[in-house]
């Protein structure tokens, strides 16, 4: 049995699909076709159900999928724990996150004080819990950066920014210009919001139920640039997060004096899996970056703090 079969296999379990696996890896079908066939040989069983050109991952193959995820992965933490114990390498940091925009900043930063850091970064949707947790307990990313806690077990998450929520409204609302509202005052307002089961969807109404608000949702959306626009062009108010250092937003926000309304944002990673110093490091410095910017942070270091 060789590592690249594992690698080979892992992939091919993960899509149920020779032809994409084969475009992924970057090997010819048949070469791929013919690895897993051998693997299938050594350990004696099937790995996969195949019927009219499909496959799907067998009992056999899900019980050893476990084992091969748990093998790899700790392969995969052996050599980052080497490579640091060697300091032949001061880090690449594979990071996953929901909100690009809220990251721009603080990566700058980092880069700055540690320019021998790489990151690799996946942007997901923030309704893509599910692919985040997924990330993290398969081992392709080290840290996720999210707006909504993940609240999973042995995924561990520290707050790092706490945002206000405004209210943004068009240009010429009759609410432009306050200096704040109580959340009631805009009852009968039509209300661009994401859509049903959104994790955002259910801060907000969760927000509404505290005041009271009986909401007339006029518009449901996925992406939060599709929600700026819709709100620009008066459609509706909308719930937004106002943090220090927004400077190219275009809306109107008004800040909500009652509730108090808020969205959270933390840095999740899997506990059992071992963190490179860097991943460490750059963990520490998000709460000190934002607590910089005003913002409350749960955890802070120095912001030059070493590696060593």
Known sequence: MELLQLHYFRTVARLEHMTRASQELRIAQPALSKTISRLEEDLGVPLFDRQNRQIKLNPFGKA??????????????????????????????????TTLSRLSGSLAAFRELHPDVNFRIVQISPAAEDEMVRLLEEGEVDLGFTAASLGREGIGEIPVLKAEICLAVPKGHRLEGRESIRLEEAAGEPFVEYKEGHPFRKINEEFSRRAGLERNVVCEIEEPAALESLVLAGLGVAFVPACPGDEKSRLSLVRIAAPVCSREFTVAWLEKRYLSLAAREFKRFLGEYFAKLGMPAAEAAPVGASFR
């Open 64 to 97: 050893f999928l476990r084992k091969v995820e748990t093998a790899l992965s700790a392969l995969e933490e052996g050599k980052r724990e080497v490579a640091d114990l060697a300091g032949t390498e001061r880090g690449v940091i594979r990071l996953a996150t």
